[in-house]
């Protein structure tokens, strides 16, 4: 497994924007696919995108498309997800995971980092 580190989240008013960062110290992601996924309270965590490994964007959340864009930065080994048009319905603990392929099931991935919270108040 692959400790992963997710960083950037925050208190942000409605219709900000924040830029979360997943990172894999010691560990080259370039081969792996990677996931974002977000928890609220009291709901199932959930998939809101994923990369493969191959840079190919496999899906996005419905109710993220044309505000959130995932990303990956090889020369900095890290995975970006840009919020825009956050709303209160986006709060919520944001998870990145790393496997071999891209999926919106959480049980199909092996490594996940500690989550960062995102919180959309005004």
């Known amino acids: 497994q692959v400790q992963l580190v997710e960083s950037g989240g925050g208190l942000v008013q409605p219709g900000g924007s924040l830029r979360l960062s997943c990172a894999a110290p010691?560990?080259?992601?370039?081969?792996?696919?990677i996931g974002w996924f977000r928890q609220a309270p009291g709901k199932e965590r959930e998939g809101v995108s994923c990369?493969?490994?191959?840079?190919?964007?496999?899906y996005y959340l419905d109710s993220v498309k044309g505000r959130f864009t995932i990303s990956r930065d090889n020369a900095k080994n890290t995975i970006y997800l840009q919020m825009n048009s956050l709303q209160p319905e986006d709060t919520a603990v944001y998870y990145c995971?790393?496997?071999?392929?891209?999926?919106?099931?959480?049980?199909?991935?092996?490594?996940w980092g500690q989550g960062t919270q995102v919180t959309v108040s005004s």
């Open positions: 990369i493969s490994s191959r840079d190919v964007i496999t």
């Open positions: 995971a790393a496997d071999l392929l891209c999926s919106d099931n959480v049980d199909s991935f092996a490594s």
């Open positions: 010691g560990f080259t992601l370039r081969y792996s696919a």
